[in-house]
């Protein structure tokens, strides 16, 4: 009788850890999520930089 008694708390008790282990992952996954988001944004890139770079490809395609 202790032993199906001792067999029934140690179940609960793995039930319980199953539960929190998956309700943590799912925490901890939503987390990452939340923090790659901003890391996906799309910056807009400023046409100085575009039209500076155009201008040092053609200084430079000039020398070679």
């Known amino acids: 009788m202790i032993t199906m008694r001792d067999f029934a708390i140690l ?3 793995t039930m319980f850890a199953v539960a929190a282990a ?4 799912w925490m901890f996954l939503r987390v990452a999520f939340a923090l790659m988001h901003p ?3 799309r ?3 400023r046409a100085e930089l575009v039209r ?4 040092l490809v053609r200084a430079y395609a000039g020398n070679r």
């Open 43 to 45: 910056i807009p890139s």
């Open 39 to 41: 890391a996906t944004r």
């Open 22 to 25: 998956a309700a943590l992952s």
């Open 52 to 55: 500076g770079t155009a201008q």
């Open 11 to 13: 179940a609960i008790a």
